[in-house]
């Protein structure tokens, strides 16, 4: 094997350019690579925490059993309310009261009156008919995206959608094609030219990207209904309860959701629970519950759903946490980009910081773990192979001093490894051009 790897994102992706299908190999290359890491700096995929997700909170390295108290930037729980102390109350009565699992599918009589009750509140919070709760958002989307669209029809996605969206579109019988991210020029042409070649079209997006933070053009993307016919699914995972003055997400900021078709959400980032829902008109949400993710996979537990309800009544009646949230983004931002940190076009809690090189993406994040600082690195097949950047998750329990720690530090690191100037740096530049 190769041992000049400096990611396990480069051994992903050598495996996919160089078609390396077998099964000795491929787990060969990916358990060498482990070995190799563990051996030299300590792998960074197999660190873990110790006492569950917090703002500050232990992260352990599997491997060593070495343990470090560190701010966390990389756990999408919005507004924190996964250490609420009424939303953790709620679980537990739901616990007693409900018992845990659930035993089968939604489909075969495995819902509560909790679970109906999170379906009716999300369908109502996010303005559509009615919503269908799948066990997580990526089942949520496998099942929608493969089985909405049948074999005359066409999907055209976003080229940075999140892979439970491509895998949907794997397993669906209809064709599929991507356009440029965010790019609405781009899916105007290719809505006029497979406008008459479809039964039926639809264009799927994120309304805030994983993996950037972008926010998605959704006025201009649905001002194209004008002229072509197609049907919108939007997946809301990264605003639904932060977006909206109540949190009923980037639709209904952008004032969208009744142009929109299908709204979508996880319910484990800004709800702290595990979950993901499809709302809909009552015919479309009708048949989504003959996908199979519905019918043949149990349902997620009554405690989750009581997670769920209890953390949307926590937003009804704390709508203030959703404005802190935004002022700590603004602030985090502006920081980041006095001290030379490019965000390109993020706006979202997701702040991305680009580190183009494997070596120094991994050196910085480890460097910052030394600081008690963790995020993990996002390389391939996340995101393009030189498109590496460590992302820090915003969260309102985030304190300013955490911040300002975490910034500093970035700071610092990054000046060392030649990846941002210093301040200094850069007048005596300017001075000289
Ligand atoms: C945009 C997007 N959609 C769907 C999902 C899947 O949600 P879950 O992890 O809750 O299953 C995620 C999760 O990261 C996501 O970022």
Not at 93 to 112: P, V
Not at 124 to 145: D, H, M, Q, R, S
Not at 177 to 189: G, P, Q
Request: glycine share 6%.
């Amino acid at each position: 094997m190769n041992s000049n790897f400096s990611s396990m994102g480069e051994v992903l992706a050598h495996l996919q350019k160089e078609n390396i299908n077998n099964l000795e190999s491929r787990a060969g290359y990916i358990q060498g690579f482990i070995d190799k890491e563990n051996k030299e700096h300590g792998y960074e995929y197999d660190r873990y925490m110790e006492f569950g997700a917090a703002n500050f909170t232990n992260v352990v390295t599997e491997h060593s059993g070495s343990k470090k108290e560190c701010i966390l930037w990389c756990v999408n729980h919005y507004l924190s309310l996964n250490r609420n102390k009424n939303v953790i109350e709620k679980a537990c009565n739901a616990l007693r009261d409900f018992g845990t699992g659930c035993g089968t599918s939604a489909a075969s009589c495995g819902m509560s009156s909790l679970h109906k009750e999170v379906e009716k509140n999300v369908a109502k919070l996010v303005g559509k008919e009615k919503a269908v709760l799948f066990p997580t958002g990526f089942t949520a989307n496998v099942a929608a995206i493969s089985y909405l669209a049948g074999r005359q029809d066409l999907i055209i996605f976003d080229r940075e959608c999140h892979s439970s969206i491509v895998n949907g579109l794997k397993l669906s019988e209809a064709k599929w094609i991507s356009f440029k991210h965010n790019n609405v020029s781009d899916l105007k042409m290719k809505l006029r030219k497979y406008q008459n070649s479809y039964q039926n079209i639809f264009v799927v997006v994120e309304s805030a990207y994983s993996m950037s933070g972008d926010l998605a053009p959704l006025k201009d993307i649905v001002a194209l209904k004008k002229l072509n016919k197609f049907y919108l699914y939007v997946d809301e995972a990264h605003t639904f309860g932060i977006y909206g003055d109540k949190g009923q997400g980037y639709c209904h900021e952008q004032g969208v959701t009744q142009d929109v078709d299908f709204i979508m959400s996880t319910l484990s980032k800004a709800t702290a629970s595990i979950g993901g829902f499809i709302a809909a008109k009552q015919e479309f949400c009708s048949l989504l519950k003959w996908s199979h993710p519905y019918v043949f996979q149990a349902c997620l537990t009554p405690a989750d759903a009581a997670v769920v309800l209890a953390c949307l009544e926590e937003i009804e009646n704390n709508p203030g946490m959703i404005t802190e949230l935004h002022e700590k983004n603004r602030y985090m931002r502006k920081l980041l980009e006095s001290k030379g940190f490019n965000l390109g076009l993020s706006q979202s809690p997701v702040i991305p910081i680009f580190i183009e090189n494997h070596n120094k993406l991994r050196t910085v994040v480890s460097e910052l773990y030394q600081e008690g600082i963790y995020s993990t690195p996002i390389c391939f097949p996340a995101v393009k192979l030189h498109e590496g950047r460590i992302r820090l998750i915003l969260n309102v329990g985030h304190s300013k001093e955490q911040i300002d720690r975490t910034v500093n530090a970035l700071e610092r690191i990054c000046i060392k490894h030649g990846i941002i100037r210093s301040c200094d740096e850069e007048m005596v530049m300017r001075k000289v051009v």
